[in-house]
């Protein structure tokens, strides 16, 4: 069972880049899928969160910038980047709680994958 965020790079404010939450050993179309960050120094935060119905929550910063969105029949969650802005630098980790609600966009999960590192700088 796996959680696998890929898709992060090193971008220019203002650019995009879109990343990817592939699950392996389970299906995750019921399940909530949750982005959160966390950059060095700064506490984890949570990013976005999109239910098993497709419900979506967003933190206000990245609000308008990022989209979630899910694409079951590849077990696939990404989320959209645009916009970037350097204090969107940061490793971006996807996790679940095992349900099919999202807590908000939180920070906390049962079950985390392994995160990709975003670098946004000019």
């Known amino acids: 069972v796996q959680l696998q965020a890929s898709g992060g790079g090193l971008v220019q404010p203002t650019g995009s880049l879109r990343l990817s939450c592939a699950s392996s050993?389970?299906?995750?179309?019921?399940?909530?899928i949750g982005w959160v960050r966390q950059a060095p120094g700064k506490e984890r935060e949570g990013v976005s969160c999109?239910?098993?119905?497709?419900?979506?929550y967003y933190r206000d910063s990245v609000k308008g910038r990022f989209t979630i969105s899910r694409d079951n029949a590849k077990n696939t969650v990404y989320l959209q980047m645009n916009n970037l802005k350097p204090e969107d630098t940061a490793v971006y980790s996807c996790?679940?709680?095992?349900?099919?609600?999202?807590?908000?966009?939180?920070?906390?999960?049962?079950?985390w994958g392994q995160g990709t590192q975003v670098t946004v700088s000019s």
């Open positions: 999109i239910s098993g119905s497709g419900s979506t």
């Open positions: 996790g679940t709680s095992w349900s099919s609600g999202c807590d908000d966009a939180g920070a906390y999960y049962d079950f």
């Open positions: 050993g389970f299906a995750l179309d019921y399940y909530a």
